[in-house]
């Protein structure tokens, strides 16, 4: 174990407990810290951290219920186990101690042999559980860089010229990019938001790179890839999920961008001349109708032009203040407007910083895309 894992935290306002506990406990191999009273043993229990805490009830001022109760609302503390040592041993407080937090109670007068018997058996029991937790995070880390691995970063295509902010809000994010050369001086740029945040949506993320990449051709218009790529989904998704896409095809040789918007925010366009435009959306979510309608809008562009698409994570909800998508594609015009004269991807990054000003965070993925022409 751990040495963490062989600690024990002892709060007791009575010195002749404290000393008994500690010397039994530090008698058989455990490092032992003591306070008085309940606020001097809640800070003690977030800076050591201890495998477990013993906790006097009848304290003067904070009581030991009051102890666990603020214990449990921290989260540096929440997890580490609280058995109470008490000499009330009625029903009432024991049924308390257990509903504020606690997961035993001993009764006083304790005999060593039972004190020693829970310690040991509970600090086995959080160590089995922090392994499991350990080990979730190791895969789950593992989805999240074979996730990584397959988003291209914004210098291995400099022929795109494109920008790219992604952060995941967890580690299988449900948010997706992609740019891909689809012929010479032709690009594709794909944004997706796949329902759910959990091991689905990330595994998902990988048959949706092979299928656009696949079913995206000369040959296909945009709208007649969106349609093949929905009839695969609709075999592979679950009941529950689905996505929204925005599909952006940039033919740099005949000044041409293609778009496909299925059911996703309205795509940014900066023309050169005159006002900002939002392509809105005119498509059906993908992965859940079998006849969807998917319409492709061709938009003549010019040299110095740029677009964006993003995600709605950008928008919305910051720390439980929620700002309306409208005031958030406000917000995302007038950051995107002060950027104009930024490489594109400086400018990308520099959006999102002004979108999270002062400390805000976010509570959805976040994916902003964008292009240069």
Known sequence: MHSKDMSVLVVDD????????????EGNGYKVFTAENGPDGREIAQKEQPGIILLDVMMPGEDGFITCEKLKQS???????VIFISALDDSESIVKGLTVGGIDYIAKPFRKEEVLARVRNYLKLRHAYLRVIEEQAK??????????AILVKHDALPEAHFGIYYLPILEAGGDFYDVFEIRSQMFGYFVADISGHDLGASFATSALKALIRQNSSPLYTPDETIRMVN???????SDDQ????AYACLDQAHSMLQVVNAAHLPILFLPRQGEPEWIEADGDIIGVFDTALFNCRNIEISKGERFF???????????????????????LLA????????????????????????????EDDVVLLGVDV
């Open 14 to 25: 009575s010195i002749t407990n404290v000393l008994l506990l500690k010397a039994m406990l």
């Open 75 to 81: 989260a540096s503390t929440a997890d580490i186990p």
């Open 139 to 148: 895969r789950l880390r593992q989805i999240q860089d074979a996730q990584q």
């Open 231 to 237: 009839s695969v989904l609709l075999s592979i998704l």
């Open 242 to 245: 689905h996505l929204t896409a």
């Open 309 to 331: 698409i993003y995600s709605d994570g950008l928008l919305e909800t910051f720390e439980g203040k929620t700002r309306t998508r409208e005031q958030g594609m406000a917000e």
């Open 335 to 362: 950051c995107a407007v002060s950027t104009r004269d930024m490489e594109i991807q400086p400018a990308t990054e520099e959006i999102v910083r002004l979108m999270f000003d002062g400390g805000r965070s976010t």
